[in-house]
């Protein structure tokens, strides 16, 4: 299951912790997982992302919580 590949979620938490913009952290999402990746997959995550009028700390902890459930 790729929701169970911690350096996916790491990818993820890089573009709210550094300066990386969402189209290199997508790419380089889409590049680490491969054939595993699917869009549907990371929908949640993706939103979590954006979740929280541009607070990422508060996003940060919105995608913690759903990296939790799969890790």
Excluded: C, M
């Excluded at 929280?52 to 996003?59: G, I, P, S």
């Amino acid at each position: 299951d790729p929701l169970q590949d911690e350096a996916a979620w790491d990818i993820l938490e890089e573009y709210l912790t550094s300066d990386t913009s969402f189209p290199q952290t997508e790419t380089k999402l889409i590049s680490h997982l491969g054939s595993r990746y699917r869009e549907e997959d990371w929908t949640e995550a993706k939103r979590a992302l954006f979740s929280a009028d541009e607070d990422n700390t508060e996003a940060l902890k919105n995608l913690r919580a759903i990296k939790v459930r799969h890790i």
